[in-house]
């Protein structure tokens, strides 16, 4: 069982960069490929970047490659999502989890004001 929690989403006006942590309880967290995922209102949950268990590869949405890195750091059991010229339809709640294990954080509210 590993819990999730997220942190370091707020306002930022469009242009704006945020970054995004994950931070993981228990031992096992090195052994999950991990992702971040957004949800925009009224809408359905969607996948923004996934890492691989040694951060060796990563996978990005198309809209967001090149802006946004994604990253971990196994001894910290902490994940990262680095979030550059964020634009106004980027607003969501931004979850972290473990989806082969369907562990879910809480989510951070991200908002871009425009």
Known sequence: QVQLVE?????VQAGGSLRLSCA??????SAYN?????QAPGKERESVARISW?????YYKATV????????DNHKNTMYLQ???????????YYCT????????QGTQV???S
């Not at 942190?7 to 306002?11: C, D, I, R, T």
């Not at 993981?24 to 967290?29: E, K, L």
């Not at 040694?54 to 990563?58: D, E, L, M, P, V």
């Not at 473990?98 to 954080?105: L, T, V």
């Open 54 to 58: 040694n951060g060796a590869s990563q």
């Open 98 to 105: 473990a989806p082969s294990y369907n562990y879910w954080g």
């Open 111 to 113: 908002t871009v004001s």
């Open 34 to 38: 991990m992702a971040w995922f957004l």
């Open 65 to 72: 490659k090149g802006r946004f890195t994604i990253s971990r």
């Open 24 to 29: 993981a309880s228990g031992r096992t967290f």
């Open 7 to 11: 942190s370091g989403g707020g306002l």
């Open 83 to 93: 979030m550059n010229s964020l634009n106004a339809e980027e607003t969501a709640v």
